[in-house]
């Protein structure tokens, strides 16, 4: 497995942030109509087997990672540090990764790359292009990124299924038809300004791995004892032409977000992904049985030491 990391550049406002689960959803549908649903089904065979052909990570910052989601306890304290403002530190830099995993809380920064703003809507009547005498307006939030802001997605990919001139392609596409809710309507716009293939920093006394996308742990044996996450409800919906079937709702996974810190004794330095490949034989869409969920994160191997709280 190979690792492409795209740069980039928001052009609009996005209704829907992008998480690595779903900017792989949006690939397979692109991917679908780009080269065919026979492709799409060659490029998923072994899915949820533990054989991906591509694992997508969320849209980082350029040039940072979330902070590991582990108790404040596991880091060195910051003197005179607030409470509050600790919390905020939430980016940790690329270049601090060589750092012991202690001191990562005083290199952390707490900058905010995103504004969130709500956009009023109604619904409008197709047959009389009126709001009618239900007239209920309500709002939903739109995801600012400010200005100068660039992102890294970092996709894991096996290079004898999928080339990375064909991902970056793909992305360019994605970001031309726009990503996520409201893309119909400009949101999700973005552009591919870099690619590099450059693996990620890795650890050579790895025994833990840091996630950068939302996976699915369950039953895959890591050392519970010493494994930190914060789990979520994924209500996924299909994107593409099947949200007009009808019944456009998956079956609801639960998941751990991203900065999960997992440990187990198979982890070392060349470890790219964990997780597994959910769905398939209708488990998560009888609308569309071959349906799959992606619960595969990119990761970056880190030493993790386990610590008593004080």
Same mark, same amino acid.
């Given at each position: 497995?190979?690792?492409?990391?795209?740069t980039?550049?928001?052009?609009?406002a996005?209704?829907?942030?992008?998480?690595?689960?779903?900017?792989?959803?949006?690939?397979c549908?692109l991917?679908?109509?780009?080269?065919?649903?026979?492709?799409?089904?060659?490029?998923?065979?072994?899915?949820?087997?533990?054989?991906p052909?591509?694992?997508?990570?969320?849209?980082?910052?350029?040039?940072?990672?979330?902070?590991?989601?582990?108790p404040?306890?596991?880091f060195?304290?910051?003197?005179d540090?607030?409470? =509050? $403002?600790?919390?905020?530190?939430a980016?940790?830099?690329?270049?601090?990764l060589? +750092?012991?995993? &202690? *001191?990562? /809380?005083?290199v952390?920064?707490?900058?905010?790359?995103?504004e969130?703003?709500l956009q009023?809507?109604?619904?409008?009547?197709?047959?009389?292009?009126?709001?009618?005498?239900?007239?209920?307006?309500y709002?939903l939030?739109?995801?600012?990124y =400010? $200005?100068?802001?660039?992102?890294?997605v970092?996709?894991?990919?096996?290079?004898? +299924?999928?080339? &990375? *001139?064909? /991902?970056?392609?793909f992305f360019?596409?994605?970001?031309?038809?726009?990503?996520?809710?409201?893309?119909?309507?400009?949101?999700g716009?973005?552009?591919v300004?870099?690619?590099?293939?450059?693996a990620?920093?890795?650890?050579?006394?790895?025994n833990?791995?840091?996630?950068?996308?939302?996976?699915?742990?369950?039953?895959?044996?890591?050392?519970a004892?010493?494994?930190?996450?914060q789990l979520?409800?994924?209500?996924?919906?299909?994107?593409?032409?099947?949200?007009q079937a009808?019944?456009?709702?998956?079956?609801?996974v639960?998941?751990?977000?991203t900065?999960?810190?997992f440990?187990?004794?198979?982890?070392?330095?060349?470890?790219?992904?964990?997780g597994?490949?959910?769905?398939?034989?209708?488990?998560?869409?009888?609308?569309?049985?071959?349906?799959?969920?992606?619960?595969?994160?990119?990761?970056?191997p880190?030493?993790?030491?386990?610590?008593?709280?004080?």
């Amino acid at each position: 497995m190979q690792t492409l990391t795209l740069t980039l550049r928001p052009l609009s406002a996005f209704g829907t942030l992008p998480l690595g689960d779903t900017l792989f959803g949006q690939l397979c549908w692109l991917l679908r109509d780009g080269m065919g649903e026979g492709k799409l089904t060659e490029l998923l065979d072994g899915y949820t087997t533990g054989k991906p052909f591509a694992v997508v990570s969320d849209a980082l910052p350029h040039g940072y990672v979330p902070r590991p989601n582990v108790p404040l306890y596991f880091f060195q304290p910051i003197e005179d540090a607030d409470r =509050k $403002a600790v919390k905020k530190q939430a980016w940790l830099p690329l270049s601090a990764l060589d +750092k012991p995993f &202690a *001191d990562w /809380l005083s290199v952390c920064e707490a900058k905010d790359f995103i504004e969130e703003h709500l956009q009023q809507h109604n619904s409008i009547s197709r047959l009389t292009g009126t709001t009618g005498d239900g007239f209920a307006p309500y709002a939903l939030d739109q995801h600012w990124y =400010k $200005a100068d802001t660039l992102l890294d997605v970092h996709v894991v990919f096996d290079e004898s +299924k999928l080339t &990375a *001139d064909a /991902l970056k392609e793909f992305f360019e596409q994605m970001g031309n038809v726009g990503f996520g809710r409201d893309a119909s309507v400009g949101l999700g716009k973005f552009e591919v300004q870099a690619t590099t293939t450059q693996a990620m920093p890795a650890n050579p006394n790895a025994n833990a791995v840091l996630t950068l996308a939302p996976s699915a742990p369950q039953g895959l044996n890591f050392d519970a004892a010493n494994s930190y996450y914060q789990l979520f409800t994924r209500f996924g919906r299909h994107g593409g032409q099947a949200v007009q079937a009808g019944k456009p709702f998956k079956t609801p996974v639960l998941m751990a977000k991203t900065g999960a810190v997992f440990s187990s004794a198979q982890f070392s330095a060349t470890t790219t992904f964990i997780g597994q490949g959910l769905g398939g034989n209708g488990q998560l869409s009888k609308q569309i049985p071959e349906t799959v969920q992606q619960g595969y994160a990119p990761v970056i191997p880190i030493h993790f030491d386990p610590v008593e709280q004080a």
